[in-house]
């Protein structure tokens, strides 16, 4: 396996574009959940399945952000860079998940 610099490039392009996109999700979700903690302490949920309502929406809406990178940047889901791109995405939503976690715990 050759390594050049386009490579190198195109391979951190690709984790930091996962991570912008994974931390934006997370602060989505984080934002989301706040949200819902509060009808649920107001009593204004009527169910128990609307404990997190929009969650659907909002999951397709991070679909379609990925969509979108794979048609603007056709480069970064060529040659497995789209491993590194859902590696991002893991690492920028994992870091905020941990973040919260280690606040709970603290």
């Known amino acids: 396996m050759n390594i050049t610099l386009i490579?190198?490039?195109?391979?951190?392009?690709?984790?930091?574009?996962?991570?912008?996109?994974?931390?934006a999700f997370g602060f989505i979700q984080k934002t989301a959940a706040r949200r819902n903690q509060i009808k649920h302490s107001a009593g204004k949920l009527k169910t128990g399945w609307a404990v997190m309502p929009?969650?659907?929406t909002r999951v397709a809406f991070l679909l379609v952000a990925l969509a979108l990178i794979q048609l603007?940047?056709?480069?970064?889901?060529?040659?497995?860079?789209?491993?590194?791109?859902?590696?991002?995405?893991?690492?920028?939503?994992g870091f905020l998940l941990f973040k919260d976690l280690r606040r709970a715990t603290a």
């Open 7 to 23: 490579n190198i490039i195109r391979l951190t392009v690709g984790l930091a574009l996962g991570g912008a996109i994974g931390t």
């Open 72 to 93: 603007v940047c056709p480069m970064l889901f060529t040659d497995s860079t789209q491993w590194w791109v859902s590696g991002g995405i893991v690492i920028g939503y």
């Open 54 to 56: 929009g969650s659907l």
